[in-house]
């Protein structure tokens, strides 16, 4: 198994879990010295944690939200931030190898 297995997205994970998996690639790639000003990874992290903030804010792993939108505008919105997660793990996982 190739270290950027380990940070891959399933369809069955919640969106924190996608959230922890790309917030732990981050971190540890923001820590390596090698990296150091090749990448915006202050912006990276503002953009996950708005992103994080709106699924939180419409309860997509709870499914009680009370903002008016339906039962199926949540799911759409839980398959954006999900495919965003996903987005932003494929551009981060470049510099694993």
């Known amino acids: 198994?190739?270290?950027?297995d380990l940070f891959d997205i399933v369809d069955s994970d919640t969106v924190w879990d996608a959230w922890l998996t790309t917030v732990n690639l981050l971190d540890m790639l923001e820590?390596?010295?090698?990296l150091a000003g090749l990448?915006?990874?202050?912006?990276?992290?503002?953009m996950i944690s708005s992103i994080y903030r709106t699924a939180e804010l419409?309860?997509?792993?709870?499914?009680?939200?009370?903002?008016?939108?339906?039962?199926?505008?949540?799911?759409l919105l839980r398959r954006k931030i999900m495919t965003?997660?996903?987005?932003?793990?494929?551009?981060?996982?470049r510099f694993v190898y």
């Open 58 to 75: 419409h309860s997509i792993d709870r499914g009680a939200c009370k903002c008016g939108l339906s039962e199926a505008e949540h799911a």
């Open 31 to 34: 820590r390596s010295q090698r």
């Open 1 to 4: 198994m190739s270290a950027s």
């Open 39 to 46: 990448y915006d990874f202050a912006r990276t992290r503002e």
């Open 84 to 93: 965003f997660f996903k987005m932003q793990l494929a551009n981060l996982k």
